[in-house]
């Protein structure tokens, strides 16, 4: 489309008294790329009645730029963010005289777009895997700790706030998600805990060391450990995203009063909100699809729980008082199997 005959004598006009086409982008609403583009394709020379490239009376002499636009085009393919002030000291040292506002406009239309990595989704085969991970959250009482374990399949939630993320709290807390769960998946995916991974160097083309107490732990239950690559967050991304979702749909303006409240407030959200909502990737309610694909695939729950030689016996949380305020209804947990059967 021919540039509008006002915007073209305005911009010509701006150009000769030297302003910057920035400062002219800016005062005609017109990108500056746009600009770039018009002065590189003769836009500014069109003829308002005819939309042709008018004919100047004298042969314009080529631009001096002319000659070297193969050496930035071979530049630019190799190193797309080279800037025009670089190619401009490269291009006079191969022997162009002319400025740099000709050459920036060419570098502008010219420079190759970078092509988007292509995001891949790892799906996971029912009871194969599941993701674990930590979240921190501060509340009046104090810092707590929500551990949230992801089904990778069917993509059902669990997760409880505890005052500790050490090893004796992710024993406890994993125990108590594979007996809702009513089995145990094949693998489960952590990030860089301390309490599962002592050393990672497969990035240096080492090995991973895995602490040798979780080991035992997951021998004794039958799963096996994955550990995500250090700063590859897409690896994580199905405990990633809930743990967004639960800041997002969970905690944020909502009162909380104890560890009590909390938890049996996070149990009413699970059951009646997270685990029943319609999940934006599998387009299914995370529960349904648990209950028709994946509860049968986990391996059996081990007869007893864990019992370390290591750490020191399990003790009782401190109790932490309440905060002025009505008593919240207190349920009794149930598996995911009888809330399942309860909707039957």
Same mark, same amino acid.
């Given at each position: 489309?021919?540039?509008?005959? /006002?915007?073209? *004598?305005?911009?010509?006009?701006? +150009?000769?008294r ?8 800016r005062?005609?609403?017109v ?5 770039? !583009?018009?002065?590189a394709?003769?836009?500014l020379?069109?003829? *308002?009645?005819?939309?042709?490239v &008018?004919?100047?009376? !004298?042969?314009?002499?080529? @631009?001096?730029?002319e000659?070297?636009? %193969?050496i ?38 010219s420079r190759?777009?970078?092509? %988007? ?12 895997q599941?993701?674990?991970?930590f979240? /921190? ?12 374990v ?8 669990? +997760?409880?706030?505890?005052p500790?993320?050490d ?10 998600a ?7 998946? &094949?693998?489960?995916?952590f ?8 050393r990672?160097?497969r ?11 979780? +080991? ?5 239950w ?6 995500? &690559?250090p ?5 994580k991304?199905?405990?990633?995203r809930?743990i !967004?979702?639960?800041? /997002?749909?969970?905690?944020?303006? !909502?009162?909380? *009063?104890?560890?009590e ?6 149990h009413?959200?699970?059951s ?9 990737t599998?387009?299914?309610?995370p +529960?349904e699809?648990f209950?028709?694909d994946?509860?049968t ?6 007869? &007893?729980?864990y019992?370390?030689l290591?750490? %020191?016996?399990?003790?009782? @949380?401190?109790? *932490? ?7 919240v ?11 399942a059967?309860?909707a039957r």
């Amino acid at each position: 489309m021919p540039v509008k005959w /006002e915007i073209r *004598v305005l911009i010509t006009h701006f +150009l000769d008294r030297g302003l910057p086409k920035a400062s002219i982008a800016r005062q005609l609403g017109v990108n500056r790329r746009t600009i770039n !583009r018009w002065i590189a394709e003769g836009q500014l020379e069109r003829d *308002v009645e005819t939309g042709q490239v &008018r004919q100047p009376v !004298r042969q314009k002499k080529p @631009s001096k730029l002319e000659p070297f636009k %193969p050496i930035i085009s071979a530049r630019l393919e190799l190193y797309p963010e080279l800037t025009a002030v670089r190619l401009f000291d490269e291009l006079k040292a191969a022997g162009y005289t002319g400025g740099i506002s000709q050459l920036r406009a060419y570098v502008a239309i010219s420079r190759p777009s970078p092509v %988007p990595e292509p995001l891949v989704r790892f799906e996971t085969e029912p009871g194969h895997q599941a993701q674990v991970d930590f979240a /921190e959250f501060t509340f009046p009482w104090g810092k707590r700790y929500a551990l949230l374990v992801v089904l990778g399949y069917s993509r059902l939630l669990w +997760l409880r706030f505890y005052p500790k993320q050490d090893m004796q709290t992710l024993f406890a807390g994993l125990e108590e998600a594979f007996a809702c769960f009513g089995g145990v998946p &094949r693998e489960i995916l952590f990030d860089q805990m301390a309490s599962v991974i002592t050393r990672d160097l497969r990035d240096q083309g080492g090995k991973l060391l895995e602490n040798r107490e979780f +080991l035992r732990f997951a021998a004794h239950w039958q799963f096996r450990v994955r550990a995500c &690559r250090p700063y590859r967050a897409k690896t994580k991304g199905k405990v990633e995203r809930p743990i !967004r979702y639960l800041r /997002e749909s969970f905690i944020y303006a !909502r009162d909380f *009063v104890s560890d009590e409240d909390l938890n049996a407030q996070a149990h009413i959200w699970l059951s009646g909100t997270a685990n029943v909502r319609k999940h934006r990737t599998t387009k299914e309610k995370p +529960l349904e699809r648990f209950t028709r694909d994946e509860q049968t695939t986990l391996l059996a729950l081990a007869g &007893r729980p864990y019992q370390s030689l290591i750490l %020191p016996p399990k003790t009782e @949380s401190p109790k *932490v008082l309440p905060l002025p305020r009505i008593q919240v209804e207190r349920r009794p947990l149930k598996t995911y199997a009888a809330i399942a059967a309860g909707a039957r």
